[in-house]
């Protein structure tokens, strides 16, 4: 056991919300011994009690361990916490949301200034953070170098997914697929929205619609193989000038049901400009690239 516990690596933890303190319990379960600072003082109270060490300063929690992990509010409060610290020598993973420009950046401040960078997206919620079967995982990107060097400690309170090289494209992937996922809910709030105020129970019409969007989840891959070969009108089931002709009908419904179409307007607006543009024959993968270029300008 003390051979074990020598193995695992040390590390500074800065921020302490939700999800900070979902991180730091799940490492120090683990054993490793976890450096932790926010700008809350208080709110590392309950981690202290559980083996945390609390650093007095950001500075001070930076200089503890080589390997410093940030999660924080925001890209403002990553350049605000680490202002008047020393990176150099230190292995950052960020695990802040931001943006593939903000990843980006960040790793170039790292570099020049010695220090060496990992950005992260987290594909979870807290209570999922040190739950092996609870799905939970995280996109890295940026040194592969160092996400092999730290991978293993890395894996202890969510999976691991690599993508790539470049320090944005886990952000990237982080906020493709959140973007996919408000879509989702936002077609979601639209359908409850049709059948709030009728005879219909909600409860019983959520296993309804929860199995309908199952089952549509596979064109995805169908949307990928098209996006990848560019045969947009091979096979297709249900065309675009099919759909865009139901249009009415979806429009005609919200009305009568007094829901504000706000929700599903935009795309049935994309649908119709690509249907002007002449891809009746197509199915709705067409409408990526036009989501790419403003509106009137062409392909």
């Not at 056991?1 to 120090?28: D, I, S, Y």
């Not at 739950?131 to 890295?140: L, Q």
């Not at 993508?163 to 809910?185: E, N, Q, R």
Request: glycine share 10%; hydrophobic share 50%.
């Amino acid at each position: 056991m003390a051979q074990n516990a020598v193995e695992k690596t040390p590390l500074t933890l800065l921020g302490l919300g939700a999800m900070g303190t979902a991180l730091a319990r799940a490492w120090l379960a683990a054993g490793h011994q976890v450096t932790v600072w926010n700008r809350t003082p208080g709110r590392a109270a309950p981690l202290v009690a559980e083996g945390a060490v609390l650093a007095e300063s950001a500075a001070a929690a930076v200089a503890a361990n080589s390997l410093v992990v940030l999660c924080l509010l925001d890209e403002a409060s990553v350049e605000e916490v680490l202002a008047g610290t020393e990176p150099a020598g230190k292995d950052l993973v960020n695990l802040t949301t931001g943006t593939p420009a903000e990843a980006r950046a960040r790793a170039a401040w790292a570099s020049a200034r010695d220090a060496r960078c990992l950005d992260g997206g987290i594909m979870a919620v807290p209570p999922m953070i040190g739950v092996p079967a609870s799905g939970a995982y995280v996109f890295y990107s940026g040194s592969h170098e160092l996400f092999t060097r730290h991978r293993e400690t890395l894996a202890v309170p969510a999976g691991t997914t690599w993508t790539g090289t470049d320090p944005g494209h886990a952000a990237l992937h982080d906020v493709a697929l959140l973007s996919a996922m408000y879509g989702m809910f936002a077609g979601t709030a639209h359908a409850f929205a049709l059948i709030r105020g009728e005879d219909i129970d909600p409860v019983a019409f959520a296993p309804l619609l929860a199995d309908w969007l199952t089952a549509m989840a596979p064109a995805v891959h169908r949307t990928a193989e098209r996006l990848k070969s560019g045969d947009l009108t091979g096979d297709v089931v249900s065309d675009l000038a099919m759909q865009t002709a139901g249009v009415p009908t979806f429009l005609g419904t919200a009305e009568q049901q007094g829901v504000s179409p706000e929700l599903l307007s935009p795309y049935f607006a994309l649908m119709r400009r690509r249907l002007a543009e002449g891809g009746g024959g197509e199915d709705l993968a067409g409408l990526i690239d036009l989501l790419r270029r403003a509106p009137g300008t062409a392909a």
